[in-house]
């Protein structure tokens, strides 16, 4: 019998996480200041979130940075996820590609993002801060720093898109499990709501409201900092202990990927589990594949600008080099509540730029027949975001089955769909559609971006 699951102790664990920014040949551009259009130093963002991650945000020069030891501690709790080879995936397809992918669906809360809820949370502890606040859609964020806050003694503030929370109210729960506060954006504790809710009193909310009432939390409560579960730098930073892990496992398996997949929101899975094998890439002239599986109805990788432009819909955050849909940009309201985002993120955006990786379009009816597919040989109910790295990686293996090649395939299963079956529900009774954007709409709100 072969192996099928590979798994690290805990003297193997990495130590340090990989920053990718510092062996970049070409660097991602800076951030600028939304007033002043300057490029941004680190202690312009020591308003917003905790001074290492800031720091962290702006470093092009190290590219290892040690994870502290209360983190890793915490990090041994459920680290290594497994990885392992879907053999009677590949049997389903009946294609000669190695498929494997790494497992993390058996996180706490359920998805990658406590891989940095729990080293942000700490930053802020170490700090001597005593809140956090964030925003959330879906809940998979909200709920994993919900439970790190927890874990170093914050209180946590979560706002969570008012009509996400009376569809999906399973995940308030669990941040009010952990002791957080939720509450239902836009909400009246912020002015921001207050004036939302004042010119409309039915609005049911948007990220866009949601970070704008966290943002103004944060920079009106002493003691309290902003947190973000994707996008930023510092946040796929703390997750590349996904590839990390996942080369060494790789290595244990006697396999190197030909293709590395994951879905893309913000990029945070993505790049955790691709920047440590792109770094062989950069430096030693591989040659493995990079895709990133976005929805076909937010597809900023594939059709989006290259432009400066915010990374909220309000207007707060820094400017951000990306590729972008523009920050007025509403995406059709898909299940996959976590890839449903504007923007590409500063380092991806360089890297599709260089042709280092690319991106592709999924429509959400092929992820869910992947993900049903997925579910039956496997025996794991991917979330529904997860499901579009699925479908990605099943084209790859078909593509395999007719050039006959033993193509090896890496995908990122990021978080299970266990809270999300409403969204199988409709699929299974034939509910569900697919979204396209038509160019028109996508020049008409990129004229909203500014011009700088
Ligand atoms: C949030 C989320 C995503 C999308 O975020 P990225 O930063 O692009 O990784 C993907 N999958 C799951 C399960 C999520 O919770």
Redesign the pocket.
């Known amino acids: 019998m072969k192996q099928k699951r590979f798994i690290l102790s805990e003297k193997e664990l990495p130590t340090r996480w990989y920053n990718i920014q510092a062996e970049m040949k070409n660097k991602p551009m800076a951030l600028l200041h939304p007033g002043t259009k300057q490029p941004l130093k680190p202690e312009d963002l020591f308003p917003i979130f905790a001074e290492e991650c800031s720091r962290q945000e702006l470093n092009q020069t190290d590219a290892w940075i040690d994870i502290p030891e209360e983190v890793l501690d915490k990090y041994k709790s459920y680290r290594s996820t497994p990885l392992v080879r879907a053999y009677d995936l590949e049997k389903a397809l009946g294609t000669p590609a190695h498929i494997y992918f790494k497992n993390e669906s058996v996180n706490p809360l359920g998805?990658?993002?406590v891989n940095s809820a729990l080293p942000q949370c700490y930053y802020c502890k170490q700090e001597g801060l005593t809140n956090v606040t964030t925003e959330t859609g879906a809940g998979?964020?909200g709920a994993a720093l919900a439970y790190a806050a927890k874990v170093f003694g914050l209180e946590c503030a979560v706002y969570q898109v008012k009509i996400s929370m009376q569809q999906k109210p399973y995940r308030s729960m669990i941040m009010r499990t952990f002791g957080a506060t939720v509450e239902g954006s836009p909400s009246m504790s912020t002015r921001a709501g207050k004036s939302l809710i004042t010119q409309d009193p039915s609005y049911s909310g948007s990220l866009g409201s949601a970070i704008s009432e966290a943002i103004e939390l944060a920079t009106t409560t002493p003691g309290c900092k902003y947190t973000l579960?994707?996008?930023l730098s510092h946040?796929t930073l703390h997750q590349t202990i996904i590839g990390l892990e996942a080369e060494k496992q790789m290595e244990m398996a006697g396999e190197y990927p030909d293709v590395v997949i994951?879905?893309?929101?913000?990029?945070?899975?993505?790049g955790g589990l691709a920047f440590p094998f792109m770094r062989h890439n950069l430096l030693e002239g591989k040659q493995t594949q990079f895709i990133a599986a976005e929805p076909e109805s937010c597809p900023k990788l594939t059709r989006g600008e290259f432009r400066y432009d915010f990374g909220d819909e309000s207007g707060y955050t820094p400017l951000l080099p990306m590729y972008t849909l523009g920050h007025n940009f509403h995406p059709a309201n898909i299940h996959a509540g976590?890839?449903r985002y504007h923007g590409a993120g500063t380092i991806v955006s360089q890297l599709i730029k260089d042709k280092l990786m690319e991106g592709v379009d999924i429509p959400q009816t092929e992820a869910f027949k992947a993900a049903m597919l997925f579910a039956q040989t496997e025996g794991i109910i991917p979330?529904p975001?997860?499901s579009h790295a699925i479908a990605s990686a099943i084209r790859e293996a078909r593509k395999a089955k007719e050039s006959g090649e033993e193509k090896v395939i890496l995908f990122n299963l990021?978080?299970h769909g266990l809270i999300d079956m409403t969204a199988y529900d409709s699929y299974i009774n034939g509910d569900l559609g697919d979204y396209q954007v038509s160019d028109d709409e996508i020049r008409r709100n990129l004229q909203d971006v500014p011009v700088v």
């Open positions: 998805s990658h993002k998979q964020w579960g994707s996008v946040v994951a879905c893309f929101g913000g990029g945070s899975n993505f976590g890839l979330a975001e997860s990021s978080g």
